[in-house]
């Protein structure tokens, strides 16, 4: 979130520099838990503050940027967006433990296929950016930048390869 003047707070409420920190919006993508049919969000992508186009959206699909997509967001912040817990869950179509999203009422794991190959895709064709929600605005620093922009890939799946301006 944004601080005063001097600096940001990181979700934590620690205190950092102002000129290392640049503001991200999280964007979650609204679905029904497949298992208890409660509406529920998944934490899906990380845009830019001063970005409004959707080639800017860097997705969560890589696990380092899902990393630090979930340890930017604090949980009040996800408790209010309905975003399920973010933590490694076993999945018995992709056959290993991963770091994934979870319905905020059953703990059901929501599938990287689903939500990042069928969901995401459909409705940013249909809405645009505007059918997903601002879980958050977070500050993230340039080494958690660097990350995101190292493993990153747009909606569409192609790797983010062009970092945006720093200023």
Do not use: K
């Not at 922009?149 to 301006?165: A, E, F, L, M, R």
């Amino acid at each position: 979130m944004l601080g005063a003047a001097r600096g940001w707070a990181d979700a934590r409420g620690r205190r950092q520099r102002a000129d290392d920190r640049r503001p991200f919006r999280l964007l979650g993508l609204p679905a029904v838990c497949w298992r208890c049919q409660r509406p529920t969000t998944a934490l899906v992508g990380l845009l830019p503050a001063d970005r409004r186009d959707v080639e800017d959206l860097i997705t969560c699909a890589a696990q380092p940027v899902l990393a630090v997509a979930a340890a930017a967001l604090s949980e009040q912040a996800r408790q209010a967006s309905g975003v399920g817990v973010l933590r490694p869950r076993f999945s018995r179509t992709a056959g290993h433990r991963y770091l994934s999203n979870g319905c905020r009422w059953c703990d059901a794991l929501l599938g990287d296929f689903y939500l990042y190959t069928e969901h995401l895709p459909g409705l940013i064709a249909e809405h645009g950016l505007t059918g997903l929600t601002v879980v958050a605005v977070v500050a993230l620093s340039e080494q958690q930048r660097q990350v995101i922009y190292d493993h990153g890939s747009t909606w569409t799946g192609w790797w983010h390869c062009d970092q945006p301006p720093t200023s």
